[in-house]
């Protein structure tokens, strides 16, 4: 059984057994026609009939409970934001929300929250309209907005178009899965063939496309039939289909030109002006053919997913010297890693495959071997040669030398030139988890702690903190590491006590390297704040005397700022996850604007949202090296 079907589904699934159901009791309980006068002896009934508008009502509220957009894959017992997330929001700002949202997420804690908000069965918002506007008809005479009629599920489509955007087309599938196939709309459709296209399911994306060509027949369809038709071995078939298209005037440069790749032809690429569409990039994973440099610079998620998950290209036919192919190999081999590491970063490449591409890549080979003691973050084959070292140690205290390096060497990068600490976390989690934390390791655990962080494994953290905190008192070793991991400690989870914030504060500065910068302080101050630590003028000091740092990064819209100071104040928790990851943006919480990051954390902590909030500013310390 798949991963996907263990996942807890909340799921209106008794749709149709809903409405039989009702009706069977309305049916039941409908009276004997009432007769124009009670009978004798009989008072009239006091009870007033119900209103039109009233019955419109419950109705409404009849189809909102049973409605197909009410489908989702978490609840708040997984840590999803409730049902009634969305409750007083306007339809209109959440539409237009739900669409500013990043497509590139590079941060585990940006995902987890998107997850959140994005898959759990919420109830769509509604405008608030008087009776009055529900009831006025329109120029035939007949009610418009009647709360009775099925209100198409928008939020649904919203939801999948996000979540397609993430490149998460696993939970796209799963999502679809649960809407009856005659509610699916057309936005719907096109989004379960994309993933179909995308999770390699080829079979039934062409039963889907086939189905909606007989309804409609429109030109996606017909480029889908003939990508059918290619990957059948169709070749005559799919050669008429292609001149139909060329005489029906289709002008689609990049369609044709993967049309040519997969039937073995050399056309040259056209030039890329936007965004590969889904069916174009699988028709050039179907060929076997190395994707231009434009396309993996974009960074879009479903394009690092398929190039990542790509097996590695034939040999160049070219006539090269030996010492050619051999530099050109070692390029392609670095390019491959880097794309998987990105692909990692991104959400939507298993770390199992990255650990798998680490392995694979042989450096007994190389005229210059690389040396752990010279490795820098930027070079992917130093990177390669820490974590197959590592891999290759028998002793507990080797295997954790090496991976001191390789965390030591993300935290000093902070995602500048090399993976940050996220993505070097989960690349090493099953050494990391394998490793006892015991004394004679006491001086690894600050690593351990973490990497094992980064990676998402709070418990196996937790097990290295206990011990530096057991041996703090009779170690002087075992105290320094107390108080430099008091910094991610605090952020993930106060100890309520605002007395020894300021001394606690003082201690983990004293841990800092001479090097270290202000940027630094100021980013633990920054996060410290933002989740409600009561910080005094003189924890400030410090930076503020120091020369102020420049930045670059942009700064969100004024309408996303006060979007998400509206949201956080009244309570929505929907809009205010929502706003607060439209202005982190593509930047995230480790390239974006530090107040921007304080501002969507204490939004979240306003809206109820402390532990998302708290994720959110121990992922940013630890990629900033705290």
Known sequence: MSASNNRPRVVLRSITFGFLFLSGVALAQTPAPTPLTPPAGQAAPLSAPVSSFAARAIAKNVLEELGTERVGLRDEASGALPNDMWQGSDPEIVRAVLAQMPRRMASPAMRSLAHNLLLPAARQPRANLTAAELTAPDEAGEAVNDPAAPQAPWLLEARIAALAAMGDWGNVNDLLDLVPQDRLTAALIRQRVDGFLVTGQTDKACAEGQAALSRKPETQWQKLLVY?????????????????????????????WAADLMQGLKTPAPVLTQRLAVLELVMLRAAGRVLPDAVARDGDPTILRVMAAMPAPPPEEEKLTAAQKKERARAAQETRIVLSE???????????MLRARYLDLDLSQDAKPEQISEATSENVRARVLMFQTATKQDSAAARAEVMAKAIDLARADRGQKGPDLTV?????????????????????????????????????????????????????EASGLADSLWAVERLGRSDGRAELLTRALRAWQATLPASADAQQRQTLLN??????????????????????AMSSVAAPSPALWQG??????????????????????????????????????????????????????VEAALVAGL
Request: glycine share 10%.
């Open 228 to 256: 059918c038709q290619l990957v059948a071995k169709q070749a005559s078939a799919a050669q008429l289909g292609l001149s139909l298209l060329r005489e029906e005037g289709l002008n689609d440069p990049v369609f044709f």
């Open 342 to 352: 990105r692909a990692v970063a991104a959400g939507v490449l298993d770390p199992d």
């Open 424 to 476: 070097i976390g989960r690349l090493y989690a099953p050494l990391l988890a394998d490793l006892a934390p015991t004394p004679d390791l006491v001086w690894f655990a600050g690593h351990a702690a973490r990497g094992l962080l980064a990676a998402g494994m709070p418990d196996k953290a937790e097990a290295w903190t206990e011990l530096v905190r057991q041996m703090a008192r009779g170690s002087l």
């Open 527 to 548: 996060l410290l704040a933002a989740v409600g630590e009561p910080l005094t003028a003189e924890d400030w000091r410090a930076v503020m005397v120091a020369p102020p």
């Open 564 to 617: 998400l100071s509206l949201a956080a104040r009244n309570g929505r928790s929907g809009e205010t996850t929502a706003f607060g990851l439209a202005a982190l943006g593509e930047a995230g919480p480790h390239m974006g604007s530090p107040v921007t990051l304080a501002k969507v954390i204490e939004s979240l902590m306003m809206a109820g949202r402390e532990v998302d909030a708290r994720a959110l500013a």
